[in-house]
């Protein structure tokens, strides 16, 4: 059974930092994609960035590409986002997202958590 736990989110002001977390379990091996997603009030659902567990290079959007950083601790099976510099529109629910096939998360399926809020003023 795979769960998925983010938290982490808050109020935070314009050009302020803040560090999302995600607690994977369930997976029994390191052989999934996991990423993050986003959702703001009106819009459609976001990828923000993404990472393969079992190593590689992690892929991000280009509204957050050099702001943005997802990191993984393996052994404590935590997925990270790092935030900073951020603007008001940034402001989302931010969900994480995983699934052995990199193409169902990519397709916004898979196992999802139940976001944590970002706010951005």
């Known amino acids: 059974h795979v769960q998925l736990v983010e938290s982490g989110g808050g109020l935070v002001q314009p050009g302020g930092p803040l560090r999302l977390s995600c607690a994977a379990s369930?997976?029994?091996?390191?052989?999934?994609?996991i990423g993050w997603f986003r959702q703001a009030p009106g819009s459609e659902r976001e990828g923000v960035a993404s990472?393969?567990?079992?190593?590689?290079?992690?892929h991000y959007a280009d509204s957050v590409k050099g702001r943005f950083t997802i990191s993984r601790d393996n052994a404590k099976n935590i997925l990270y986002l790092q935030l900073t510099s951020l603007a008001p529109e940034d402001t989302a629910m931010y969900y994480c997202?995983?699934?052995?096939?990199?193409?169902?998360?990519?397709?916004?399926?898979?196992?999802w958590g139940q976001g944590t809020q970002v706010t951005v003023s």
């Open positions: 997202a995983a699934h052995q096939d990199c193409k169902v998360v990519a397709g916004f399926g898979g196992y």
């Open positions: 369930g997976f029994t091996r390191n052989a999934y994609c």
């Open positions: 990472i393969y567990a079992g190593g590689g290079t992690p």
